[in-house]
T-cell receptor, first 113, second 113 residues
Framework: GENVEQHPSTLSVQEGDSAVIKCTYS??????FPWYKQELGKRPQLIID?????GEKKDQRIAVTLNKTAKHFSLHITETQPEDSAVYFC????????????FGKGTHLIIQP | ETGVTQSPTHLIKTRGQQVTLRCSSQ?????VSWYQQALGQGPQFIFQ???????GRGNFPPRFSGLQFPNYSSELNVNALELDDSALYLC????????????FGEGSRLTVL
């Protein structure tokens, strides 16, 4: 089955700086790569996603890049703000037909004031 | 637009008991999937239902079963509860014909003693 590795597990940055979280996956047939943000005690919420036919996608301060050859994708958050503090999960949907998402173990992002 | 709702929000069971968790999908969505999220981990795919049939399953034993009803709501049943079943159970709905973006409920937190 699909294997998703996410790094780092904890990331602390100064407010206003950029944060980058990286994920690798194993199934070359995977075709959908979402990122979810989960605040303490809350539901995971989609913040950005990318499909396999695109290399980069941006939405205001958030961007995702995908390298299908190397099987890795990254989340970039610029000009970080206190409300960006949360746990971020990458996920992958394989091309094998099960349709479920395989999630990484999460990155706890801490924005230092 | 009504979001994904789950019940109950919290419950406590003892080992060997059975539990039923319920989910109402977001208006207009026809696909429901269930995930198990252990403390400090990413969600793990249990199974997915589309048109009242299971059409994808993760690495969970048969004592995890489900139903989807004609109104697209769903149930997750777990028999013979084990201590390791203690987790947050997340329901997510989506529109299969669309992007496949998942909309999560707030979850049901199950504690098995």
């Amino acid at each position: 089955g699909e294997n998703v590795e996410q790094h780092p597990s904890t990331l602390s940055v100064q407010e206003g700086d950029s944060a980058v979280i990286k994920c690798t996956y194993s199934d070359s047939a995977s075709n959908y790569f979402p990122w979810y943000k989960q605040e303490l005690g809350k539901r995971p919420q989609l913040i950005i996603d990318i499909r396999s036919n695109v290399g980069e996608k941006k939405d205001q301060r958030i961007a995702v890049t995908l390298n299908k050859t190397a099987k890795h994708f990254s989340l970039h958050i610029t000009e970080t703000q206190p409300e960006d503090s949360a746990v971020y999960f990458c996920a992958v949907r394989g091309g094998g037909g099960a349709d479920g998402l395989t999630f990484g173990k999460g990155t706890h992002l801490i924005i230092q004031p | 637009e009504t979001g994904v709702t789950q019940s109950p929000t919290h419950l406590i069971k003892t080992r060997g008991q059975q539990v039923t968790l319920r989910c109402s999908s977001q208006s207009g969505h026809n696909t429901v999937s269930w995930y198990q999220q252990a403390l400090g981990q990413g969600p793990q795919f249990i199974f997915q239902y589309y048109r009242e049939e299971e059409n994808g399953r993760g690495n969970f034993p048969p004592r995890f079963s489900g139903l989807q009803f004609p109104n697209y709501s769903s149930e997750l049943n777990v028999n013979a509860l084990e201590l390791d079943d203690s987790a947050l159970y997340l329901c997510a709905s989506s529109l299969r014909e669309n992007t496949g973006e998942l909309f999560f409920g707030e979850g049901s937190r199950l504690t098995v003693l």
